[in-house]
T-cell receptor, first 114, second 110 residues
Framework: DVKVTQSSRYLVKRTGEKVFLECVQD?????MFWYRQDPGLGLRLIYF???????EKGDIPEGYSVSREKKERFSLILESASTNQTSMYLC?????????????FGQGTRLTVV | GENVEQHPSTLSVQEGDSAVIKCTYS??????FPWYKQELGKGPQLIID?????GEKKDQRIAVTLNKTAKHFSLHITETQPEDSAVYFC?????????FGAGTRLTVKP
């Protein structure tokens, strides 16, 4: 089974802090994604990566950056956390190669910025 | 970019009744349409998907229909059970770029 693991289930950070959310997948998937989930807004794409060191902006990239130095790991970085970034963050991966297949999700990280 | 709209946002049915969730998409190049179920405290999991060369797909109590001309697709759950209670998301994807609807919270009353 594909496993997507997010490093933390819950995080509490202070305004202005630099925050790292880590995600690892174990199935050699080419694509990795970061989504943000808010009530009534569904899953909104922040960034995705289709290869190591490659990244594409999603719908809401402002205030975020990403890093993909190794194929299995995709990090989301909040450069200076703000209270409006309090949310559930979901990482996902998919096979890639434009084969357009299902995405596998991690359990999510609930981030609270105070 | 792709815009996916999903309705209704909440749906309550009696056990044994059917439930229907509808989605529309904007980009005619989208060609893969998965549906995900998210239970409390978990990440979304795929329950069924359909590709643009197929009009309907069924898996036991779950079915999905796709109308490419109208750019809408629907999830049908028959004989609902309390364990079907969850949040359901539709998505539309092209070239691996997957965008989601806002979700539907389905409650099945025993």
């Amino acid at each position: 089974d594909v496993k997507v693991t997010q490093s933390s289930r819950y995080l509490v950070k202070r305004t202005g802090e630099k925050v790292f959310l880590e995600c690892v997948q174990d199935m050699d998937h080419e694509n990795m994604f970061w989504y943000r989930q808010d009530p009534g807004l569904g899953l909104r794409l922040i960034y995705f990566s289709y290869d190591v060191k490659m990244k594409e902006k999603g719908d809401i990239p402002e205030g975020y950056s990403v890093s993909r130095e190794k194929k299995e790991r995709f990090s989301l970085i909040l450069e200076s956390a703000s209270t409006n970034q309090t949310s559930m963050y979901l990482c996902a991966s998919s096979l890639g190669g434009e084969r357009n297949t299902e995405a596998f999700f991690g359990q999510g990280t609930r981030l609270t910025v105070v | 970019g792709e815009n996916v709209e999903q309705h209704p946002s909440t749906l309550s049915v009696q056990e044994g009744d059917s439930a229907v969730i509808k989605c529309t998409y904007s980009d005619s190049a989208s060609n893969y349409f998965p549906w995900y179920k998210q239970e409390l405290g978990k990440g979304p999991q795929l329950i069924i998907d359909i590709r643009s060369n197929v009009g309907e797909k069924k898996d036991q109590r779950i079915a999905v229909t796709l109308n490419k001309t109208a750019k809408h697709f629907s999830l049908h759950i028959t004989e609902t059970q309390p364990e079907d209670s969850a949040v359901y998301f539709c998505a539309a994807s092209k070239f691996d770029d997957m965008r989601f609807g806002a979700g539907t919270r389905l409650t099945v009353k025993p």
